[in-house]
């Protein structure tokens, strides 16, 4: 069953990973060793086909084979490396207003979730769960049944999810006053003002938490403090620029919040081994054959 899914994964996928006309539906295809990739997870369910992924955020890693699935939950700074090739992967990107639908269709929509704050997780996939997003990847091999059917699709592939090991944070996923669901919207606060002063206080305020129940979820979810996420976008950002080459050092520091260049400088050695100058030109002759047309995502 898995190899039917790659099969149709390597069908549609363009480059290393892609768009496609199916709603919610990002595809990814690997060949040969890749350098690791620093990329902004967004929330989304990456069903794993062949080869194997690890992630790393901040303390937290995840290891992802052939036949599992891997739930993210948050906004989330990570480093990408496939520990084997080829790689193919499906990714669904959740609709929040189909799954609540489907809770309140199963009547589930009140139940009470265990209070976690996950950002990342990783469970084995059903037989029933590998065909239903089979089919949904093979709606691309007939386009004109992707309108009546990929909803549907959609739909079942959810139910499926609800009725795994995964059900629980999912169906957090869809309250309003959810650990996961306050978390969730402090990552999208500081992704959206990561250049500015971060009050800690302040977000925790406006998450209706305390600063020491934030930080202990946050650090939950993320594996790092908020500063810690900011500090991880900034760099993240910072090595993007430079790579492409439009701006000085000086400049690209000042652009992502630092005050200092001084501190950019030593900050950006202490997370990728080199001065950024020196880091650019090494990913100039090392990443050219890593770069996609649209965000890696899987």
Same mark, same amino acid.
């Given at each position: !069953? ?36 620093? %990329?902004?997870?967004?929330? !989304? ?48 990107? +959740? ?11 199963? =009547? ?5 979730? +265990?209070? &976690? ?9 059903? +037989?029933?769960?590998? @065909?239903?997003? &089979? #089919? ?8 004109? =049944? ?12 959810? *139910?499926?999810?609800?009725?795994? /090991? ?10 309003? @006053? ?13 992704? $959206? ?5 971060? /009050? ?25 403090? +908020? ?20 701006? &000085? %050092? ?5 652009? %992502?919040?630092?005050? /200092?260049?001084?501190?950019?400088? #030593?900050? *950006? ?9 020196? @880091? $650019? ?10 770069? &996609? ?6």
């Amino acid at each position: !069953m898995l190899d039917r899914l790659a099969a149709a994964i390597v069908r549609h996928c363009v480059g290393l990973g892609s768009e496609t006309a199916v709603p919610r539906l990002f595809l990814a295809a690997v060949e040969e060793p890749i350098e690791p990739i620093d %990329v902004l997870y967004e929330p !989304m369910i990456c069903f794993v086909a062949s080869g194997v992924k690890r992630t790393t955020a901040g303390e937290l890693k995840q290891v992802a084979q052939p036949g599992e699935m891997h739930l993210t939950t948050i906004d989330l700074p990570v480093t990408i490396e496939l520990d084997q090739v080829p790689y193919r992967a499906a990714v669904m990107q +959740p609709d929040d207003q189909a799954l609540t639908e489907l809770l309140v269709e199963l =009547d589930e929509s009140g139940q009470t979730a +265990p209070l &976690t704050a996950g950002g990342q997780l990783h469970a084995p996939m059903t +037989p029933e769960l590998v @065909d239903a997003v &089979t #089919r949904w990847v093979q709606l691309l091999d007939t386009p004109e =049944d992707i309108r009546p059917l990929a909803t549907r699709i959609e739909s079942e592939i959810l *139910y499926r999810l609800l009725r795994s /090991s995964l059900g629980p944070v999912l169906r957090q996923w869809s309250l309003a @006053d959810s650990a996961t669901t306050r978390v969730r919207k402090v990552a999208r606060w500081i992704c $959206a003002h990561y250049t500015e002063p971060l /009050s800690i206080d302040a977000i925790a305020a406006a998450a209706h938490m305390s600063p020491a129940s934030l930080h202990r979820h946050f650090k939950a979810a993320t594996g790092m403090s +908020p500063l810690k996420y900011q500090k991880h976008l900034r760099m993240q950002e910072a090595r993007r620029r430079l790579l492409a080459g439009h701006a &000085t %050092v000086a400049q690209i520091a000042q652009a %992502v919040g630092y005050v /200092s260049a001084t501190q950019f400088n #030593r900050e *950006y050695r202490s997370a990728y081994g080199l001065p950024p100058g020196q @880091d $650019a030109a090494r990913l100039r002759t090392r990443h050219t054959h890593n770069r &996609t047309a649209t965000p890696w995502r899987a």
